[in-house]
């Protein structure tokens, strides 16, 4: 792999310690995965932030970097981590555990990793442009970021996003490729696709389909339409999230919706080896489903509400109010325009919380006393059950605040 003379400078140490280490992790990567260079990224999206996930070795990983005194050279972002910064008292959250999921946002920010804490920064003024490199780590905010907005990103680690952000490059490989972004297969979807729930769905079939093609699978998906208006890109992000989870999805086109795919279906099309069909979504519906007996808490905004999200919920609380805890979440600065434009507010009124910082899967729910949930978001239905044994209640958002209101499933 041939790096630039900036590059070999920054190996060399004339940088810091810590952005040479940074560029022998992407060297090497970039050997792995046979790239020729590396290539500039206008932003970074480092995962790996909650404590319960990372743990006392990722802490001191990530403190021993900080400790090194190398910053970010372009904008970096962090994934959410394990507590809500600002309710975790009254939400119960040991404090042994903040003081850690601190530290790890403390060793991060003197990376120059800004607290973001959000899984969608295209949502909060970091959405990046269309072609444009970027070095994201977020399964779900790197589908969207390649699918719906057309840049170009791998699904990166935690420590190889963080070198990236140190560094500005990253190796380029597979999705930064014109031939790694060329459709797997073909998957013709025949059946209602109306809800988000019902797209996280679809996103989880496509994601088991496609997960044995080559670098994880590119699905060009046909026959599925995206509902107008503010639920769009709602849709979009569970249909992306659903596949990302069950498959190692990084990229998908959808027929006349997706950038790429309305600039070039044919050719793209025309480049997939593989073809599946795609009748029902029962078999997702079913897999998904594991709910029993009393929901603890409704959980939505997985991946992060949007400001459109939390004024849908409101509409479809009316003037109802939750039965048992509602809980939204989404990104700390949503949550503070929703606290400046009274949506929040009146969230509140109807027993609804914001949370912002974390999300329902990485924080942790035996230590707050959570068996059973109910959710919309097919990735959170996927991994619940697995990382904290959680039983699942998955439905459409009318569903989850029905149950919200009622305090049962219907
Ligand atoms: Fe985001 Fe957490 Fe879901 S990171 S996509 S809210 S699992």
């Known amino acids: 792999m041939k790096l630039s003379k900036r590059?070999?400078?920054?190996?060399?140490?004339?940088?810091?310690?810590?952005?040479?280490?940074?560029?022998?992790?992407?060297?090497?990567?970039?050997?792995?995965?046979?790239?020729?260079?590396?290539?500039?990224?206008?932003?970074?999206?480092?995962?790996?932030?909650?404590?319960?996930?990372i743990g006392e070795h990722g802490l001191a990983f990530l403190e021993e970097w900080a400790g090194l005194r190398s910053r970010a050279v372009v904008a970096a972002t962090m994934n959410p981590g394990g507590a809500d910064r600002t309710l975790w008292k009254s939400l119960g959250y040991p404090p042994a555990y903040v003081r850690k999921q601190e530290r790890v946002v403390a060793a991060l920010e003197a990376l120059g990793v800004k607290p973001t804490l959000t899984c969608t920064p295209y949502q909060i003024g970091f959405a990046p442009l269309f072609g444009r490199h970027v070095a994201w780590a977020e399964s779900s905010a790197v589908c969207f970021a390649n699918s719906v907005l057309g840049a170009r990103t791998n699904r990166e680690g935690g420590?190889?996003?963080?070198?990236?952000?140190?560094?500005?490059?990253?190796?380029?490989?597979?999705?930064?490729?014109?031939?790694?972004?060329?459709?797997?297969?073909?998957?013709?979807?025949?059946?209602?696709?109306?809800?988000?729930?019902?797209?996280?769905?679809?996103?989880?079939?496509?994601?088991?389909?496609?997960?044995?093609?080559?670098?994880?699978?590119?699905?060009?998906?046909?026959?599925?339409?995206?509902?107008?208006?503010?639920?769009?890109?709602?849709?979009?992000?569970?249909?992306?999230?659903?596949?990302?989870?069950?498959?190692?999805?990084?990229?998908?086109?959808?027929?006349?919706?997706?950038?790429?795919?309305?600039?070039?279906?044919?050719?793209?099309?025309?480049?997939?080896?593989?073809?599946?069909?795609?009748?029902?979504?029962?078999?997702?519906?079913?897999?998904?489903?594991?709910?029993?007996?009393?929901?603890?808490?409704?959980?939505?905004?997985c991946p992060h509400a949007s400001a459109e999200d939390l004024n849908r919920i409101l509409s479809l609380l009316g003037e109802r109010k939750a039965k048992i805890p509602f809980w939204i979440f989404t990104a700390e600065v949503i949550r503070k325009q929703s606290q400046v434009n009274g949506v929040s507010a009146a969230l509140e009124r109807r027993g609804a919380s914001l949370l912002a910082d974390t999300c329902m899967v990485v924080a942790p729910l035996a230590e707050l006393g959570i068996r059973t949930v109910a959710t919309d978001s097919a990735k959170a239905s996927f991994y619940l059950p697995s990382h904290h044994q959680a039983k699942v209640y998955f439905g459409s958002l009318e569903e989850n605040v029905e149950a919200a209101v009622r305090g049962k499933w219907r």
């Open 159 to 301: 420590p190889s996003a963080l070198a990236a952000a140190l560094t500005g490059v990253t190796p380029e490989h597979t999705l930064h490729t014109d031939e790694g972004r060329l459709p797997t297969r073909i998957v013709e979807v025949k059946c209602a696709v109306t809800t988000g729930a019902d797209a996280g769905a679809l996103g989880y079939l496509i994601g088991r389909l496609v997960s044995e093609d080559a670098h994880g699978g590119v699905p060009y998906i046909t026959g599925a339409v995206p509902p107008n208006g503010p639920e769009r890109i709602n849709w979009l992000k569970a249909l992306g999230a659903g596949m990302a989870a069950s498959g190692s999805v990084g990229l998908f086109h959808l027929e006349g919706v997706t950038p790429e795919a309305i600039a070039d279906g044919a050719r793209l099309s025309a480049a997939a080896k593989a073809r599946s069909s795609i009748d029902s979504l029962l078999p997702a519906k079913k897999a998904l489903f594991s709910g029993k007996g009393p929901i603890d808490v409704v959980v939505v905004g």
């Open 7 to 53: 590059e070999r400078d920054i190996l060399a140490g004339k940088r810091g310690k810590g952005a040479a280490k940074a560029m022998e992790i992407l060297a090497a990567l970039g050997r792995i995965h046979g790239a020729r260079r590396m290539v500039a990224v206008d932003s970074v999206q480092v995962s790996g932030i909650s404590y319960g996930n």
